[in-house]
């Protein structure tokens, strides 16, 4: 902003920004390099990281009361104090309603100490309901752990009764492990020294202990009980 705009008529609400903006602020930490009065939205806005719909939305709700220069919004360096003091709350998660509160109150300070004591007090009130949110969230997740350990205890029971009925003898297993590496019923009974037909009913019958429909079913379930290592 150029010094000779700070010579401009400023207009629009300035009768109730007074009162609205009335009042002593916390001590703060402010943005550096504000520009010079009056500050235009642009700048406003670059400040803090925001939009200009975000300030649109804190002065519909009080926080805020920009003036004009012609058609544009423009603030003071009190704005900007008002603007650090209402990031400072959001960042934290306090609702507008309680800002604005907060504001009211602020309006009737006497002091810094007053004003600060204020802040702080609205600080520990969120702090108390984030360590509540925090202890529920934490209640929630034990709640799930149990629900899921229980679940996960049932389901490794019913892998061991079926494991358990299957009592596959150490032949079988021996084959298991061999149709699982992607060994034919031709190369099993070579490596194995028997005859095919003989390689081919302990394939079946491992098919049928397993409740598969075929070999490769029946690799892929003894897999899921834990039978053999992939």
Do not use: W
Request: glycine share 6%; hydrophobic share 40%; aromatic share 2%.
């Amino acid at each position: 902003m150029a010094n000779g705009s700070k010579s401009l008529r400023l207009t629009g609400r300035s009768g109730s920004r007074d009162a609205e903006t009335a009042g002593i602020l916390p001590d703060i930490a402010l943005p550096r390099n504000i520009p010079d009065e009056p500050i235009a939205i642009a700048d406003m806005a670059d400040l803090f990281g925001i939009t200009h719909r975000t300030l649109h939305f804190y002065e519909e709700k009080g926080l805020l009361t920009a003036n004009r220069i012609g058609l544009m919004r423009v603030y003071t360096h009190h704005d900007v104090a008002r603007m650090a003091l209402i990031n400072i709350c959001r960042e934290v998660g306090i609702p507008v309603a309680v800002i604005q509160d907060l504001m009211e109150m602020l309006k009737t300070t006497d002091s810094k100490a007053e004003a600060n004591m204020l802040l702080e007090e609205a600080l520990l009130a969120r702090r108390r309901e984030l360590t509540a949110d925090l202890s529920n969230t934490h209640r929630q997740l034990q709640q799930i752990n149990t629900i899921l350990d229980h679940d996960d205890a049932h389901r490794q029971s019913k892998v061991n009764d079926v494991r358990d009925r299957l009592s596959l003898s150490e032949e079988e297993r021996q084959i298991l492990h061999l149709m699982a590496e992607g060994y034919t019923s031709l190369r099993i009974a070579r490596t194995c020294e028997m005859k095919l037909v003989e390689v081919e009913a302990i394939e079946e019958r491992i098919t049928g202990k397993l409740g598969a429909q075929n070999r490769f079913q029946a690799v892929a379930k003894a897999v899921l009980l834990g039978l053999i290592a992939t």
